[in-house]
């Protein structure tokens, strides 16, 4: 009986919906995927606003002359540079919310690219970029597509996918909860059943139990005697 019992209990971890629950929990991670791919894209943003700036400074006369030029000489109107420090402060905004403090709602996301946005407007209304070649186009064009990539990455991939997997390790974990408050119930009811058992069972029934001793010989013939009186006629 008692093997029964632990054979039982045995069957009742090792069902498939626990090792499920196990790897589950032994996958879960500090950040999700999807949001490791945002935070690797807005890095992406940084460095490649950074290299179409270094690239357009060599094409116009070297890295020295035009760093002295756009940054120490800054112009509105006429300088990149301003295109640049607009990449790293999306950079340091999205990953300090987004990656040290895990934020779960849009309104970082929705700051950064309404900066950008109206940034980029003005600068290209405003300023004389356009005349300056093909960068006075591309830089601009390419800080504005990388910035609202961003924030459609986050609003329908990121919180949607993290939102759906919070609720389905809600649901384990109550399931979890459950499976195992039942297997308690279910041991200490097997466990009382066994207290309540008798430790000794009655034997099998023999066939002396139902014996019947034979009819003496004496009673045959006294039988008999009645038997030839009945049968005698009356007078």
């Known amino acids: 009986m008692d093997s029964q019992c632990s054979s039982s209990v045995g069957n009742i971890n090792s069902t498939p919906v626990s090792a499920r629950i196990e790897s589950y929990e032994g996958e879960k991670k ?3 995927d ?3 791919t945002f935070c690797l894209f807005v890095t992406f943003d940084l460095l490649f606003v950074t290299l179409l700036w270094i690239i ?3 094409v116009n006369g070297g890295i020295k002359e035009q760093l002295r030029k756009e940054v120490l000489e800054y112009d509105y109107h006429q300088s990149f540079f ?3 420090l607009l990449a ?3 950079f340091a905004a999205l990953i300090l919310a987004y ?7 849009w309104w970082a996301i929705a700051i950064t690219t309404t900066i950008t946005t109206g940034f980029l407007i003005v600068k290209v209304v405003v300023s004389k970029l356009l005349s300056q070649g093909a960068f006075g186009y591309l830089l601009p064009i390419i800080s504005f597509i990388l910035a609202w990539i961003e924030t459609w990455l986050l609003d329908f991939k990121v919180l949607p996918q993290e939102a759906g997997d919070e609720i389905s390790e809600n649901l384990i974990s109550s399931y979890s909860e459950t499976r195992n408050s039942s297997h308690n119930y279910g ?7 066994l207290d309540q058992e008798p430790l000794l069972y009655p034997g099998p029934v023999s066939e002396g139990q139902f014996y019947s001793p034979p009819e003496s010989m ?3 013939d006294e039988d008999l005697d009645d038997k030839h009186d009945l049968e005698k006629p009356i007078v």
């Open 218 to 220: 004496a009673d045959s």
């Open 56 to 58: 357009e400074l060599n």
């Open 34 to 36: 999807v949001r490791r």
């Open 187 to 193: 041991y200490l009811s097997v466990q009382n059943t």
């Open 99 to 105: 990656a040290v403090c895990k934020l779960r709602h």
């Open 88 to 90: 790293v402060f999306r």
């Open 30 to 32: 500090c950040i999700s």
């Open 82 to 84: 301003d295109i640049f």
